[in-house]
């Protein structure tokens, strides 16, 4: 697929940008390949200026970076704003903690000293999705920049300004050329940089199938591999939750991102108690969506990233339905240009139906009813991914309880899932295995370096 910006909002094609050719492809590894040597030996101060002023530069220019965000995948303007101040966050994060998080270790040992140190490994290569085109590549970029590795970076083909306006922005804050690469590349040549020996390290954000792919060649290769992958994200409703507060946070964590976030809550299970009324108001606030352009403030519900994810999600509605579930509000395309889609609630999901184990990546919120706590962690726990979750109860140790017992990476207490630089972030299962973010999120491309002295 060609690198393309096409407005979802109307499905204009913007603009149109070529594929890098073998020459350039090398021309560019070589390039970060060199520029390595030299970063490896910087110290923290001196990546952290580059962080700490591509930071700021976001800051300073939010708009015109949000901006980009909205027009090439459709985000609502204030979700894009709030998504660049996010990125900056990140940078500034690293910048500011990474020395620590990777000062050296001094071991006990009984003769001589053991110091274990981080030193960098090399040139990443990072696959990126784009539902969040520069929170995604922050969290990749801003911990291996501050480690001493550099990055070359394969974004999705449709969000191709937004990846050039990040390799723009840290040359602008000071980082040497090869630090940090964009690369449009096609899956061949994404197969060959994997396979070239100055790759050290392959992270990958996006699809399951897109991770199998790339996990499996970098295996092949030998090289370290961090996978975040998809979710269907339980969201479990205990009899003695506080309703208007869940019901808030339902919306909120279905319908952020337009439905297009990995922990977004997914599936929604509710204890007998709550069900009926739960299940009511849920429904009357996803009617109360207002589709329009996402740079207008009052626009609530933004397009899809493109028609094409309108279309697979149509029909695996479609698919659910045909499996025997029930649809109780909206599951159709809006009637307007553009990759809108109603807000959707499915019910009566039964093990057999394909939603049951499904991620829906949109405005689709599965709705289960059962009898108690023990049914909803069992139910929470069948399924494939293990990514994120979140407990409501006002009964804070019995919501502790539970979320120790959901087998995912990250449980949230009476909120859906959110991120913040200082959180580790990343899931177990199909949901893939590694952490970005935090302290632990630095840890996984670096060499854990033993010193010993006699
Ligand atoms: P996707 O198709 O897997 O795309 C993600 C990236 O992988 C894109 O850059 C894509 O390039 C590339 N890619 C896809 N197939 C590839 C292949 N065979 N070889 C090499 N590269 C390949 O993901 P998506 O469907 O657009 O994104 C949504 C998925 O990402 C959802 O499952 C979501 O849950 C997951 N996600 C996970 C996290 C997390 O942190 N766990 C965060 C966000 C999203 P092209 O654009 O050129 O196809």
């Known amino acids: 697929m060609a690198y393309q910006t096409k407005n979802p909002f109307d499905n204009s094609i913007v603009a149109t940008f070529p594929e890098c050719d073998a020459a350039a492809l090398e021309a560019r ?5 060199a520029c390595y040597e030299a970063w490896r030996t910087t110290g923290f101060a001196e990546r952290s200026a ?3 002023r591509a930071a700021a530069i976001l800051r300073e220019r939010t708009d015109e970076f949000a901006t980009l965000i909205t027009l090439e995948m459709g985000k609502l303007i204030a979700q894009s704003r709030g998504e660049v101040a996010l990125s900056a966050a990140i940078l500034d994060y690293y910048a500011q903690h990474a020395e620590r998080f990777l000062a050296p270790e001094t071991l006990s040992v009984e003769t001589g000293t053991a110091v274990v140190e981080s030193a960098p490994i090399g040139v990443l290569f990072g696959v990126e999705p784009w539902n969040y085109p ?7 970029a801003a911990p291996n920049l501050m480690a001493g590795n550099v990055v070359m970076v394969k974004h999705a083909s449709n969000v191709p300004q937004c990846a050039l306006a990040f390799e723009r922005l840290m040359q602008e804050a000071g980082a040497p050329a090869g630090a940090y690469t964009n690369l449009f590349i096609s899956k061949d040549q994404v197969a060959q940089v994997i396979d070239d020996p100055r790759i050290r390290g392959v992270a990958l954000t996006g699809s399951e199938a897109a991770g199998a792919v790339v996990a499996a060649r970098a295996g092949h290769n030998l090289k370290k591999t961090t996978m975040e992958l998809g979710g269907s994200d339980a969201f479990i409703v205990l009899k003695d939750a506080d309703l208007e507060r869940a019901v808030k946070s339902a ?15 997914k599936r929604f299970i509710v204890v007998e108690a709550l069900a009926d009324r739960f299940l009511a108001q849920f429904q009357a606030a996803m009617a109360g ?26 029909d695996q509605v479609e698919r659910s339905v045909a499996h025997g579930a029930r649809l109780v509000q909206g599951g159709a395309r809006i009637d307007r240009p553009g990759a809108f889609m109603a807000p959707t609630i499915l019910t009566d999901i039964d093990p057999a139906n394909p939603a049951y184990k499904e991620e829906f990546f949109g405005p689709v919120a599965l709705f289960f009813r059962v009898p108690d706590e023990e049914a909803a962690i069992a139910l929470a726990n069948d399924s494939p991914f293990g990514l994120g979750g979140s407990v409501f109860s006002t009964d804070i140790d019995r919501a502790r309880r539970v979320a120790s017992r959901i087998d995912t990476g990250m449980v949230f207490i009476n909120r859906p899932a959110s991120s ?12 893939g295995y590694g952490r970005e973010l935090s302290g632990a999120g630095i840890q996984e491309f670096v060499n854990k370096k033993l010193i010993r002295v006699a």
């Open 134 to 140: 520069y929170y995604q590549i922050a969290r990749f």
């Open 251 to 265: 919306v909120m964590g279905r319908m952020g991102n337009a439905g297009q976030a990995c922990t977004a809550s």
């Open 29 to 33: 590894l070589a390039q970060a390949a």
């Open 50 to 52: 580059v962080l700490a």
């Open 289 to 314: 969506f207002t589709p329009g352009d996402p740079m207008a403030k009052d626009t609530t519900l933004a397009p899809l990233s493109s028609e094409e994810a309108l279309v697979n999600l149509l």
């Open 420 to 431: 913040s630089p200082d959180l580790p972030f990343g899931g177990i299962k199909n949901s």
